[in-house]
T-cell receptor, first 114, second 112 residues
């Protein structure tokens, strides 16, 4: 079982719609969760972090966390063509020497259709 | 504000040649530094991390090595590249707490 799982997509939504991106993780002790946006050929850009159960809103983005279900999601309201990118979910883990690290999913490709 | 630089942006190297990629961070002190590789169609793989000068830990055994000669400088090296070393190499930094990581622009390496 993969540690962080995402549907690879592509997820296609019309302009102005809500895009819903989902991520599940396997380690119950994970405490920190992150969403990155990666445009083709570019490096990942941090867009949201969430540490507590519930919703966290930032502009058009809402991150949702449910630790009991080991599930984190990202909602993008009023989707724009410029939101078309791959969205990476990251969950904190522990390195072989016990320090903090990220575990990334393989990403969901989002296409917003004009 | 903090800025992270990587160079070169792109690199094409023959199999068996050496490699040196550099990463520098500005606007912060004592950052945690990370090297990742992103192969085509795959997720980000943590290669090395460093919590201080001269302190390097490896996550994946391979023919790559890393060094941190200065507080805000992180170098990824290889003595002999393999075809499987091709990929998008990303440097990232975080503060000492290590919660949020920020990536540099990356180096796209093609080994021929």
């Amino acid at each position: 079982q993969k540690e962080v799982e995402q549907n690879s997509g592509p997820l296609s939504v019309p302009e102005g719609a809500i895009a819903s991106l989902n991520c599940t993780y396997s380690d119950r002790v994970s405490q920190s969760f992150f969403w990155y946006r990666q445009y083709s050929g570019k490096s990942p850009e941090l867009i949201m972090s969430i540490y507590s159960n519930g919703d966290k809103e930032d502009g058009r983005f809402t991150a949702q966390l449910n630790k009991a279900s080991q599930y984190v999601s990202l909602l993008i309201r009023d989707s724009q063509p410029s939101d078309s990118a791959t969205y990476l979910c990251a969950v904190n883990g522990v390195t072989t020497s016990g320090t903090y690290k990220y575990i990334f999913g393989t990403g969901t490709r989002l296409k917003v259709l004009a | 504000s903090q800025t992270i630089h990587q160079w070169p942006a792109t690199l094409v190297q023959p199999v068996g040649s050496p490699l040196s990629l550099e990463c520098t961070v500005e606007g912060t002190s004592n950052p945690n530094l990370y090297w990742y590789r992103q192969a085509a169609g795959r997720g980000l793989q943590l290669l090395f991390y460093s919590v201080g000068i001269g302190q390097i830990s490896s996550e994946v055994p391979q023919n790559l090595s890393a060094s941190r000669p200065q507080d805000r400088q992180f170098i990824l090296s290889s003595k002999k590249l393999l075809l499987s070393d091709s990929g998008f190499y990303l440097c990232a930094w975080s503060d000492l707490a290590g919660y949020e990581q920020y990536f540099g622009p990356g180096t796209r390496l093609t080994v021929t």
